[in-house]
């Protein structure tokens, strides 16, 4: 099993910034991708950003520019960077990890941007 822990979360007027961390503990050595979720109220869960084990990157469109994925193999930690938020960025913001059998969810932490 892989447990997943989300911090970083909180309110922040538009334009701020923000950095989400997540801890992965357990069995992690089989994880081929990291990625970022979030969930508006109201609204479906929508993939933020990816980081896959051979370094490759996505992000939606909207945060292209934007918010940055990063890990630090050494601490098994992954981050999400995120610049110039805009109230449309408020939403639970889920880590996600992937093997090539099974998927994990962090508990989300909530991003709140205030116009």
């Known amino acids: 099993q892989v447990q997943l822990a989300e911090s970083g979360g909180g309110l922040v007027q538009a334009g701020g910034s923000l950095r989400l961390s997540c801890a992965a503990s357990?069995?992690?050595?089989?994880?081929?991708?990291m990625k970022w979720y979030r969930q508006a109220p109201g609204k479906q869960r929508e993939l933020v950003a990816s980081?896959?084990?051979?370094?490759?990157?996505y992000y939606q469109e909207s945060v292209k520019g934007r918010f940055t994925i990063s890990s630090n193999n050494a601490k098994n930690m992954l981050y999400l960077q995120m610049n110039s938020l805009t109230p449309e960025d408020t939403a639970v913001y889920y880590c996600?990890?992937?093997?090539?059998?099974?998927?994990?969810w962090g508990q989300g932490t909530q991003v709140t941007v205030s116009s």
């Open positions: 996600y990890a992937q093997d090539i059998a099974r998927e994990f």
């Open positions: 357990g069995i992690i050595f089989n994880i081929n991708a």
């Open positions: 980081l896959w084990r051979n370094g490759n990157t």
